[in-house]
């Protein structure tokens, strides 16, 4: 028990009894501050609730409905103005649309008031201008249906005067050519003058005429009532045309008994069917221009109604604002209230955690962590051989005895550790050793090809000048047989009188396989040429710059590394490809140099075609049969350079090769297929004669190598370079 007490005494020296009181001391003023800030939310929460259900739906519903109310109003006019029924229907959809959100605010408004005589108001306002819209709705559908049946009724009418005109014209014609000839018809003989030119003719001509006149005014005092504007002139067309129908019928009366009376007295009852009769042309007329009266009316009605109903909601919206307003005033007088609270209590709690950082946390504690932290920082440095001081009875005191125990194993861990880095650092030496061995013996091996390749260029150059004495003997010889072939081509010509003709078509026949046999061995002679020269061009060093036509020097390389594979692997073949602009011009370069960059990348290209045969043939035998490989050379003046690409569908390079092809030494390829000197000796070439030469290339289908030259070299000599 004894114990228990003295540990408790002792405790309250350590820094966690001081952290709880400074920490519980903080959580006390936080809770009053919560406390506080609970109580002056909560009335702000009431208020703004009553703000937020009464207040502010009131004067929502208010807004939405002087807005609605404003949109309905405008619609009735467009609702009027439809000319067709889908514009007629997209105008209805609309209006039904915010009647639908009117009637919506409006149950809002109800739900949010208090009700009143405002409210009531606002109520029948509403109804008035449905019930008006709906109105103008039917009026303006009975509207489009007689609108439709006038406008059948102008079509028949037009019908119905075009019919009466086939009929009448020629009835009236027919009727004065036989009042005044006596033919009714054609191949019979003439009457009577008594009888033709008679009055009974001579009046059935007269009602013939007045017929189609009478005609012709019905149909105009129908067609003009169609244009009319005023409802008070369709009344005496009416009766004008109930005149017109007295005259004709009189005259279809004198007619009777007429071959074309009948179809005309069918054509006239109708058209006094389609004016004058019930549903016809005058009453349809009539009771268009009623609705529109009507509908005239209501608008105006709308308008009044609108404005009346705007000002009940703005003086709804006014009382709401006014109560929102009074309800503002009580929350900020208790937001007031609350902060003046929270800054007391927010001070004393500043004033105490500033008492308590700088007697407890400044004095106590920072000054002996910031001590141990420095020690620790110094040990940090390797001063592992100064005691850590600890002094009292708190965490800090325990930390530096840790720190102390700590320094005295890493003091023997750092005598260790030394041991063991030198011998690391003995390794390491060793390990380098080795690399620098293994890259001199590769550099070895590496210079006894270049050996190897210098004598064989050497022996090359050799066999190229034994090869050209027979085969300057072969091309002289060749040249000689032609002149001769020519001689005696004129000896022929000059005794063909003598010799018959089937002798002579032998003997031309054989010159001829002769000479064609001469230009064969002169053309391929004069290819075996080309070869040897690059052979010896290729065992010589040179640095002068001289014309060089590029596109011959690339076919010419091309063709020496194309025998050159053949001859390696007869097996292999690839198709070579040439697209050269003749536009190209000769250059200032060191054809040599240039030959040795084309004929490495020719020589890259067939081996590239070849891994990639040889690599088919045993993953994939059948897709081998289809593998066909190729080489495309091409060259074009673009500006100022001249650009040159060599592009196979061999294996391609992955992008780390990329990164490496041009460094010295670097290689994929066998030591008896090469070095690693090629791409980059390529690259010395090229830049050496002012150009870039760049790679593009995709894995398993494609390598394109680009070399870009100017047209004028721009240095005054070029350094030779080596095999």
Do not use: C
């Amino acid at each position: 028990m004894i114990d228990k007490a003295r540990s408790l005494l002792e405790g309250r020296f350590r820094l966690s009894a001081q952290m709880y009181v400074g920490v519980g001391g903080a959580v006390a003023l936080t809770l009053s501050a919560s406390l506080v800030a609970w109580l002056s939310f909560d009335a702000i929460g009431d208020r703004t609730n009553r703000v937020r259900e009464e207040s502010v739906p009131e004067m929502v519903a208010s807004f939405g409905i002087a807005q609605y109310t404003g949109e309905l109003a405008a619609a009735a006019p467009r609702l009027t103005s439809a000319v067709t029924t889908s514009e007629f229907q997209q105008v209805v959809n609309l209006i039904d649309a915010n009647q639908s959100l009117f009637e919506q605010q409006l149950d809002l408004l109800t739900a949010a008031g208090d009700g009143g005589e405002r409210l009531t108001t606002i109520r029948q306002l509403a109804d008035q201008l449905i019930q008006s819209i709906e109105t103008i709705k039917a009026d303006k559908q009975e509207l489009l249906d007689l609108r439709n049946r006038t406008t059948a009724i102008s079509i028949e009418l037009s019908l119905l005067q075009q019919r009466l005109d086939d009929i009448l014209i020629p009835a009236i014609d027919d009727q004065l050519f036989y009042t005044m000839t006596g033919y009714s018809e054609l191949g019979g003989g003439p009457v009577s003058t008594q009888e033709h030119f008679s009055e009974t003719e001579f009046y059935r001509y007269r009602n013939v005429a007045d017929l189609q006149a009478a005609a012709n005014t019905a149909t105009q005092l129908l067609a003009s009532a169609f244009t009319v504007s005023d409802s008070a002139f369709i009344e005496p067309l009416r009766e004008r045309s109930e005149a017109a129908r007295g005259r004709i019928e009189r005259s279809l009366a004198v007619l009777r008994g007429t071959e074309y009376a009948p179809p005309i007295a069918l054509i006239f009852n109708r058209l006094f069917d389609i004016s004058l009769g019930s549903g016809g042309g005058f009453e349809l007329l009539a009771r268009t221009h009623e609705l529109n009266q009507r509908q005239n009316e209501l608008l105006g009605l709308n308008r009044e109604v609108a404005v009346a109903l705007v000002d009940e909601v703005d003086g709804l919206v006014q009382s709401a604002e006014t109560s929102v307003s009074v309800e503002s005033e009580a929350t900020e007088q208790s937001i007031l209230q609350g902060r003046l609270l929270l800054v007391a209590i927010a001070t004393l709690s500043i004033v105490g955690a500033f008492l308590i950082v700088w007697l407890f946390v400044g004095k106590v504690l920072l000054r002996r962590i910031q001590t141990l932290s420095n020690r620790m920082l110094r040990m940090a440095d390797g001063d592992l051989e100064t005691e850590v001081e600890i002094r009292g009875r708190d965490e800090v005191a325990e930390m530096a005895g840790a720190l102390e125990v700590f320094r005295q194993h890493a003091y023997e861990v750092q005598r260790l550790n030394l041991v063991e880095q030198l011998a690391g650092e003995l390794q390491g030496k060793n390990d380098e050793l080795e690399r620098v061995l293994d890259d001199l013996q590769n550099a070895q091996d590496q210079i006894i090809t270049q050996g190897k390749l210098a004598a064989l260029g050497e022996l090359t150059a050799g066999v190229a000048h034994e090869i050209r004495n027979p085969l300057n003997f072969v091309n002289n010889f060749s040249e000689a047989s032609g002149e001769l072939l020519e001689e005696l081509q004129e000896i022929l010509d000059e005794i063909a009188d003598d010799v018959d003709d089937e002798q002579m078509e032998y003997i031309q026949e054989v010159t001829g396989d002769i000479a064609g046999n001469m230009v064969r061995i002169k053309s391929h002679g004069d290819r075996a040429n080309r070869i040897v020269h690059g052979m010896l061009a290729m065992g010589r060093e040179s640095t002068e710059l001289q014309q060089t036509d590029l596109n011959a020097l690339i076919e010419e390389y091309t063709q020496l590394a194309y025998h050159s594979g053949r001859a390696t692997d007869p097996d292999m073949n690839i198709e070579i490809k040439a697209d050269f602009d003749p536009e190209v011009p000769p250059i200032q370069a060191v054809s040599q140099d240039l030959g040795r960059v084309f004929l490495n990348l020719v020589t890259n290209s067939w081996h590239a075609t070849e891994d990639k045969r040889d690599a088919l043939r045993e993953q994939d035998p059948e897709a081998a049969k289809t593998y066909f490989p190729g080489l495309f050379t091409s060259t074009r003046l673009i500006g100022e350079d001249i650009e040159i690409r060599f592009r196979d569908n061999g294996t391609g390079m992955p992008q780390d090769v990329v990164d490496k092809i041009f460094n010295p030494f670097f290689t994929t390829k066998a030591t008896s297929r090469g070095t690693g000197l090629g791409l980059s000796l390529v690259m010395d070439i090229v830049r050496s004669h002012g150009g870039t030469i760049e790679v593009e290339t995709d894995p398993g289908e494609f390598t394109e190598f680009i070399i870009r030259l100017p047209k004028h070299n721009p240095a005054s000599g070029v350094p030779a370079t080596s095999t």
